[in-house]
């Protein structure tokens, strides 16, 4: 496996779980989902349309989503929204995020070499 692959593969990994909390961030407010396509890929997420649906439907399979269609215009949508509980796990997995990078972002400028303990630590 090439560098490029092997790098391309663990990107694909880190990503993964991240699709999931931008999609229960993003619908707090209603939408469907080629609009969430657009807004997750403005954002920065790369997300192919065969990932998210079936995503969508395992979240609200899960309870963290409701759907309902709107018939209203000439094309119906299916439109999706985060239930209080898909909130709450979203908001449990921003604070992991935030505690996960905290702790690589030391990781990465500490001196201290693995196997060993910093003063403070003993």
Do not use: C
Not at 49 to 75: H, I, K, M, V
Not at 80 to 97: C, P, S, V
Request: hydrophobic share 35%; proline share 3%; no cysteine.
């Amino acid at each position: 496996m090439t560098l490029d692959a092997t790098l391309s593969s663990h990107l694909q990994e880190l990503r993964r779980g991240t699709v999931v909390v931008a999609s229960l961030t993003v619908l707090r407010t209603p939408g469907y989902g080629y609009s969430l396509l657009e807004t997750l890929s403005a954002a920065g997420f790369e997300v192919e349309a065969n990932t998210l649906y079936p995503l969508l439907r395992r979240l609200e399979t899960q309870g963290l989503l409701t759907s309902s269609w709107n018939t209203d215009e000439a094309r119906p949508r299916k439109f999706y929204r985060t239930t209080e509980q898909g909130d709450a796990i979203a908001a449990a997995l921003r604070d992991e995020w935030t505690r996960l990078d905290r702790a690589v972002t030391d990781l990465d400028t500490t001196d201290t070499p693995a196997g060993t303990v910093s003063g403070s630590d003993q």
